[in-house]
């Protein structure tokens, strides 16, 4: 373990574990996962680059990788426990739950359902295309468009800083009424 990620261990561990018990509900998955994260850590800490964001970053790293155990155990994310609204651990994504909500809110009903379907149902594009009586190909199309339209209402009130993988990893919603 290197200087950086020992440093790491000793500030968050208690932390991180904890917030993942809360989704898992079990000691020892917890642990497991907190010791993928740490090897996730370790294996990518020099990618980071920005030391002011390190704690947003461990934290999506964290995230990620519950929902990567979900899935390796195949179990809906409608049983995933849902995200409190009011983290104050850095998690910087948490202050777009209202905003994200409301710019869900302004796209139109076919738009909308299939960014909730899609992104927050676990409702894969072929059985969304399946349901709405269309071919994958347009299901494909129209997620698309729903996901641009929902990115240009961010873009338009809201300041995005990203990763090099579309994880937000700052923001500011200065001129946004959300």
């Known amino acids: 373990m290197n200087a950086v990620t ?3 261990w000793v500030d968050l561990k208690d932390q991180l574990f904890n917030f993942i018990l809360k989704r898992v509900n079990s000691k020892s998955i917890s642990e497991d996962i ?3 994260v740490f090897l996730k850590i370790h294996m990518n800490i020099s990618k980071l680059s920005n030391e002011d964001k390190l704690s947003s970053w461990v934290y999506q790293i964290t995230r990620n990788s519950i929902i990567d155990y979900y899935r390796k155990k195949k179990i809906s994310t409608d049983q995933i426990p849902e995200l409190p609204e009011d983290l104050s651990d850095s998690n910087l994504n948490s202050e777009f739950y209202g905003c994200l909500k409301s710019h869900i809110q302004q796209l139109d009903e076919k738009d909308r359902d299939a960014i ?5 149902e676990n409702v894969s594009q ?3 295309a ?3 009586n269309i071919s ?3 299901a494909k199309s129209r997620i698309q468009r729903a996901r641009k ?5 961010f873009v338009s009130c809201c300041q995005i800083q990203t ?3 579309g994880n937000i990893i700052d923001s500011s919603n200065e001129n946004c009424s959300c």
């Not at 909730?116 to 927050?120: H, N």
């Not at 339209?149 to 209402?153: A, I, S």
């Open 34 to 36: 907190l010791q993928d």
């Open 130 to 132: 399946a349901s709405q």
């Open 6 to 8: 020992e440093e790491i």
């Open 149 to 153: 339209k929902l990115n240009d209402l």
């Open 116 to 120: 909730l379907k899609t992104a927050f």
């Open 126 to 128: 072929k059985d969304y």
């Open 136 to 138: 994958y190909s347009a």
């Open 163 to 165: 990763d090099k993988y």
